[in-house]
């Protein structure tokens, strides 16, 4: 019989996925055989040692062994590349861990196996870690990568089946491996695995608890094999820990815990892979907090796993991107966020002494203390506190984008803070870089200027005041800079000229209004050309939805203070005094605004109405783009 399993093995007969298959081939090389007429009596056709009985037993005088090995060895080499193909691997690695016993090179093999299911796992793992669970489908897609995670794992702890003399290594694999299988059971909803993962636990579990015993004799001499397991699961574990066997009514089990100088008890069941902190085994935040607004705010669709700490938060189990999160609510019920920066290497990981404080920026409270920012500085950011550096740092809503676009630090110890913009080339530097004077001194700093000055009054027909921000420039602390975040168009204040710093040669006309062009319509901004042999202006107009409120004229705009808005710029004709646009789609919004503010009297330029205007603007695209037909349509009806 055991012939034939290597003659089908070599034909890639075997359904390697079936359950029946195993079986069969179980026990094909289970089988007893003949027995060696030695003192001690021995499996003839396993070990090679021959009968005078019956010679040709000897499977490896037919090298069978090498054989079987060659041929594990190529389909090991086919599917470490190809992970949709694990159904094979509880069938290979268990043959190859089986045929290691007798022969000393199939273990090598074996052990292959082993790092090729690990690596799928680790490579899993991460992609797991960086994934957002933004919708139900998705949520549902990361359980199922878990729960093939956990089977990864497992197909690994297999190769180690058998009794073969485990090494050093060998133990510190199995360890962490039953360690990793058993953090990976998390799986929240149902999956297509869960009846293969039941099933292989059940078979893992028997493969650990036959090893158990020479693991206890190895971890007797060294135990540091528990410190780098316990890591696996949780990474503030201290590098080194005095571990203790656990004996219940004088017999010693397979449990293991350690206290560390600060007083955390951690506890590791090796059987079941089984790690605790302070009596407590890694779990998910709590409903509580998943559900509180300002979690939803920042950490929106994300669930991380955390341990309970000495001083009752909860501490995520492993660093997101380089930072520990810690969870708790205060005496009044506040939810508290803290995030400190953890630098790691092969010896030891060092945190970060800044530890910063999530801000409560939810609509509600962001105006108990931040009343005086500008409103996108209030709902597009997510606002951190440092009391080590005196500082507050705004970055995007989503936690793990640590660019800082905004600093805010506390003036001369006094209740007054400064607001600092901080340049695109530099938002991703440390804190603690940008806080220096030499960086300082290159940030523009917020002002609050009055809503009722003359530029506000200019600039509120473009967009609402509370979108514009005004900073005092780094150059000239004398000199204004006025943005538009939304439009990304700013002007800085020189020589009593606001000069554009988009449109470069041009600045704020005096008169911002257009003569005998778009009577009503105010939604523009004129900019004329400091050179005046080449003076020809340029008029702004914002993109949007042309409407009609109390008999005047405007462009719609969106009140989200995040959205992102654009224009069109249109050239003045010097001899023509005629609007003339770049593109299709500028051309036929001009047209719209003159349908929109035309009427029936002939132009002072053309000598026709403006509706007639409207047409020829509009026909002269239809060859062009007919895709803006509707749009055209539109204007029509408005003409007519």
Request: aromatic share 10%.
């Amino acid at each position: 019989m055991y012939n034939y399993v290597g003659i089908l093995l070599c034909a890639d007969f075997f359904v390697m996925t079936q359950g029946a298959v195993r079986k069969l081939v179980k026990q094909s090389l289970l089988q007893l055989g003949q027995l060696s007429d030695d003192a001690e009596p021995r499996l003839v056709w396993r070990s090679g040692r021959s009968s005078n009985r019956n010679k040709d037993l000897s499977f490896a005088q037919n090298d069978f062994w090498s054989t079987l090995r060659n041929e594990l060895k190529t389909l090991a080499d086919e599917l470490k590349n190809k992970p949709r193909d694990h159904g094979k691997m509880t069938f290979l690695g268990e043959m190859a861990a089986y045929a290691g016993q007798w022969d000393s090179k199939s273990h090598v093999v074996a052990m292959e196996f082993a790092s090729i299911a690990r690596n799928w796992a680790n490579d899993l793992k991460k992609s797991i870690d960086s994934t957002d669970a933004v919708s139900p489908e998705d949520q549902h897609m990361i359980a199922s990568q878990r729960a093939k995670c956990c089977l990864f794992y497992m197909y690994a702890i297999v190769c180690y089946a058998g009794s073969v003399k485990l090494s050093v290594h060998d133990a510190q694999e199995i360890c962490g491996l039953s360690i990793l299988a058993e953090s990976c059971r998390l799986f929240e909803d149902p999956t297509p695995y869960d009846v293969v993962v039941r099933s292989l636990t059940v078979f893992t579990k028997e493969i650990l608890a036959a090893r158990m015993r020479e693991l206890m004799i190895i971890l007797r001499k060294d135990t540091q094999i528990l410190d780098s397991a316990v890591k696996h699961v949780l990474q503030q574990a201290p590098k080194v820990l005095q571990w203790k066997r656990l004996s219940i009514d004088g017999k010693s089990t397979n449990c293991f815990d350690a206290e560390s100088a600060e007083g955390d008890l951690y506890s590791i069941n090796l059987l079941t892979g089984t790690v605790l902190f302070n009596g407590l085994q890694p779990t998910r935040l709590p409903n509580s907090i998943l559900n509180n607004l300002l979690y939803q705010r920042t950490f929106p669709n994300r669930v991380f796993e955390v341990v309970l700490t000495d001083d009752g938060k909860l501490q995520t189990i492993r660093t997101i991107q380089g930072f520990r999160y810690n969870f708790f609510f205060d005496r009044s019920e506040r939810l508290i966020i803290q995030e400190a920066k953890v630098w790691q290497n092969d010896e030891e990981s060092y945190e970060n002494n800044s530890e910063f404080e999530l801000l409560d920026g939810t609509l509600n409270q962001v105006q108990s203390w931040g009343i005086d920012l500008p409103i996108r500085l209030q709902c597009m950011y997510s606002h951190w506190y440092c009391r080590a550096l005196k500082c507050i740092t705004l970055r995007p809503h989503v936690f793990n984008q640590h660019a800082v676009h905004f600093l805010l630090l506390n003036a001369d110890q006094t209740s007054s803070w400064d607001c600092y913009q901080v340049p695109d080339h530099l938002k991703d530097e440390d804190v603690s870089h940008l806080l220096s004077e030499t960086r300082l001194s290159t940030f523009d700093r917020l002002v609050l200027v009055s809503n009722d000055s003359a530029v506000f009054e200019i600039m509120s027909h473009f967009d609402s005041p509370s979108f514009i921000h005004t900073f005092l420039s780094s150059h000239d602390t004398k000199n204004l800079i006025f943005e538009f975040p939304r439009f990304d168009l700013s002007f800085e204040l020189l020589d009593g000229k606001l000069h554009s710093r988009d449109y470069l040669g041009y600045f704020l006309a005096p008169c911002q209004q257009l003569d005998n062009h778009l009577l009503g319509f105010e939604n523009y901004m004129i900019l004329q050309q400091n050179d005046s042999r080449f003076a020809c202006d340029k008029i702004i107009v914002p993109v949007g939805t042309i409407t009609q409120c109390k008999g005047k004229i405007a462009i719609g705009k969106s009140p989200d203070a995040g959205c992102v808005l654009h224009v069109h710029a249109y050239d003045m004709h010097r001899r023509l005094n005629s609007l003339e646009a770049s593109s299709v789609e500028a051309r036929l919004q001009l047209a719209s605004l003159y349908a929109a503010t035309g009427s029936l009297l002939p132009e002072h330029g053309s000598k026709v109405s403006l509706c007639t205007c409207v047409c020829v603007r509009a026909c002269c695209c239809v060859c062009v783009m007919t895709v803006w037909m509707p749009f055209i349509s539109m204007i029509t009806l408005s003409c007519a």
